[in-house]
Structures are given as structure tokens and as C-alpha cells.
């Protein structure tokens, strides 16, 4: 069973940066396309940003390139979204998933975690 755990999130003012971790306890993770959504309320769960299994392809929502940077080490089963300059608009409950199709939204990912909430202040 793949089962994500997400981690990092927590309140911060506009401007500040946060670290999520996502830890998949699965011996395969490395094979793994990953990807990190968010959803705000009232929302619908929009993607944010994926990285291939080597790290070798990423690709960003507009709304996030050049503050947000994900990376992953394969030897800890963990990837990682850096979260920089943050705004309000970027408050949402943050997952991780696993990439199982070919585009980016989020009916082709599975296996989702619970979240972790990131709360921007103004």
C-alpha cells in the first residue's frame, strides 16, 4: 500500500517560506513521478508542481514558478516543496501524490495523503 505522509506545514506571514515534506513508505518509491495539489475551501484541488522519478523533469503551476521549488531524495523516500515568498493566495491544505497518467490534473494521481495545512497571513 502506497501511502503518502505529508509534513511542514503551519501559519506564516506574506513573505515568509515554508518546507513540506511528503514521505511514501513504499520500497518503489524511486520509480515514482510525484506531484504536489493544493486545495483551498471552497476550491477544487489544483496542482502545484511535479517532479520525475530522477528529478530529471519538473514542471510548475503558473502561479508558483519562481517561488516554489520541488526536489526529491529517492534515498529517504521523501520529496520536498519549497515554498518562497508566499502570498495569501497560497493558503490552502497541501498534498503529495503519486503520478500515475499523463497530464496534470489530479485524476491522474493516486494515492493521496491527509495534508498539511499552510495558512498565509497578511
Known amino acids: 500500500q502506497v501511502q503518502p505522509v505529508e509534513s511542514g506545514g503551519g501559519l506564516v506571514q506574506a513573505g515568509g517560506s515554508l518546507r513540506l515534506s511528503c514521505v511514501v513508505s513504499?520500497?518503489?518509491?524511486?520509480?515514482?513521478?510525484m506531484g504536489w495539489f493544493r486545495q483551498a475551501p471552497g476550491k477544487e484541488r489544483e496542482f502545484v508542481a511535479t517532479?520525475?522519478?530522477?528529478?530529471?523533469?519538473?514542471n510548475y503551476a503558473d502561479s508558483v514558478k519562481g517561488r516554489f521549488t520541488i526536489s526529491r531524495d529517492n534515498s529517504k523516500n521523501t520529496v520536498y516543496l519549497q515554498m518562497n515568498s508566499l502570498k495569501t493566495e497560497d493558503t490552502a491544505i497541501y498534498y503529495c501524490?503519486?503520478?500515475?497518467?499523463?497530464?496534470?490534473?489530479?485524476?491522474?494521481?493516486?494515492?493521496w495523503g491527509q495534508g498539511t495545512q499552510v495558512t498565509v497571513s497578511s
Open positions: 501524490s503519486v503520478r500515475t497518467g499523463d497530464s496534470y490534473k489530479p485524476s491522474d494521481y493516486d494515492y
Open positions: 517532479i520525475s522519478w530522477n528529478g530529471g523533469r519538473i
Open positions: 513504499q520500497r518503489s518509491f524511486s520509480i515514482y513521478d
